[in-house]
């Protein structure tokens, strides 16, 4: 951790580090000095979650609330099919979370265990609503993007979609979740290892699913300067959801990704006991998604930042 304070900071950075033990590595320099295996590129992105804006504090327990946002930007690097490195995490702190910092440090340690990595630095400081800001470090020797979507690719999804914006919409509401109900929305996972899986297979473009498929599958349209359609029966459904709310439905962190060539999606269940769909093709035409259902009426139908039914 760098930018010690005095006093109380500093005692709380050390309980911080002495709490994740091997999970935190080289922290006490001014920077971290990391290693990119030759060849490959660096890959970087970071991520914040604001209580209040990202989460709220009745719906989590500490724990899930660090875990969930180390995920979160985890999931960007799986997204680029990107190995992680490390992860540099700052903490805003208001005094009435205090007491709960071992809970989110010990989310934070989860994150970085599910994905394989460390934490290799940080910042602790005062605020007025807590806040994790995380920062995570890979490396890739080809790097996907959202731009690699060429006509005649298909289309993928890992995982099943829905659960997510169910538990979202349930919280908001004042309902209380099941445990079922509760278990994608607090533990979801980084897809990193699928990624890479995903790109040694051949995958062209790929994007996590943060803002909800049909959001994020535009996202890819526009950068890749394609038309993609997807067909609304085939998209893998969570139990209790249906596909419009699978469309929909934000911070899943799967993955949708497109090919050239199929996927062997019967070595992919067999490697990760995930399902992997095809859900849709690219095609020639002006960028944005199009959702037909069974009978080809259009759902869904985005382009130029405006969704229409
Ligand atoms: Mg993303």
């Given at each position: 951790m760098t930018d010690l304070g005095p006093g109380a900071e500093f005692d709380a950075i050390r309980e911080l580090v002495a709490r994740w033990g091997p999970q935190a590595r080289g922290i006490g320099d001014d920077a971290a000095v990391l290693d990119v295996p030759r060849g490959d590129?660096?890959?970087?992105?970071?991520?914040?979650?604001?209580?209040?804006?990202?989460?709220?504090?009745?719906?989590?327990?500490p724990r899930e609330i660090g875990y969930r946002a180390v995920t979160a930007?985890?999931?960007?690097?799986?997204?680029?099919?990107?190995?992680?490195?490390?992860?540099?995490?700052?903490?805003a702190v208001p005094s009435s979370w205090r007491t709960d910092l071992s809970g989110i440090a010990d989310g934070i340690g989860d994150a970085v265990a599910a994905a394989d990595t460390v934490i290799v630095g940080g910042n602790l400081?005062?605020?007025?609503?807590?806040?994790?800001?995380?920062?995570?470090?890979?490396?890739?020797?080809?790097?996907?993007?959202?731009?690699?979507?060429?006509?005649?690719?298909?289309?993928?999804?890992?995982?099943?979609?829905?659960?997510?914006?169910g538990a979202l919409a349930a919280l908001q509401g004042g309902a209380t979740l099941s445990e079922s109900q509760r278990g994608r929305?607090?533990?979801?996972?980084?897809?990193?290892?699928?990624?890479?899986?995903?790109?040694?297979?051949?995958a062209s473009a790929a994007i996590d699913i943060s803002d909800g498929l049909a959001a994020d599958l535009t996202h890819v349209a526009f950068a890749s300067g394609v038309a993609i359609e997807v067909d609304l029966t085939a998209i893998p459904v969570s139990?209790?959801?249906?596909?419009?709310?699978?469309l929909s439905s934000g911070e899943e962190y799967e993955l949708?990704?497109?090919?050239?060539?199929?996927?062997?999606a019967a070595a992919f269940v067999a490697r990760f006991g995930l399902p992997l769909t095809l859900?849709?093709?690219?095609?020639?035409?002006?960028?944005?998604?199009?959702?037909?259902?069974?009978?080809?009426?259009?759902?869904?139908?985005?382009g130029h930042d405006h969704f229409s039914a």
């Open positions: 590129q660096l890959v970087a992105s970071t991520d914040s979650a604001v209580e209040g804006r990202h989460f709220r504090r009745a719906w989590l327990t930007a985890l999931s960007d690097l799986a997204a680029m099919a990107a190995a992680p490195i490390g992860v540099l995490v700052a903490l400081s005062d605020a007025s609503e807590l806040s994790i800001t995380t920062t995570v470090l890979g490396h890739a020797r080809a790097p996907l993007t959202r731009s690699g979507a060429r006509a005649g690719d298909l289309v993928y999804v890992t995982g099943a979609l829905g659960a997510v914006g929305f607090v533990r979801p996972q980084a897809r990193i290892r699928e990624a890479r899986w995903l790109a040694n297979a051949g139990p209790g959801a249906d596909a419009r709310a699978a949708a990704i497109t090919a050239p060539r199929a996927i062997d859900i849709g093709r690219v095609a020639d035409g002006e960028p944005g998604l199009t959702v037909r259902d069974q009978a080809s009426r259009v759902t869904v139908r985005s």
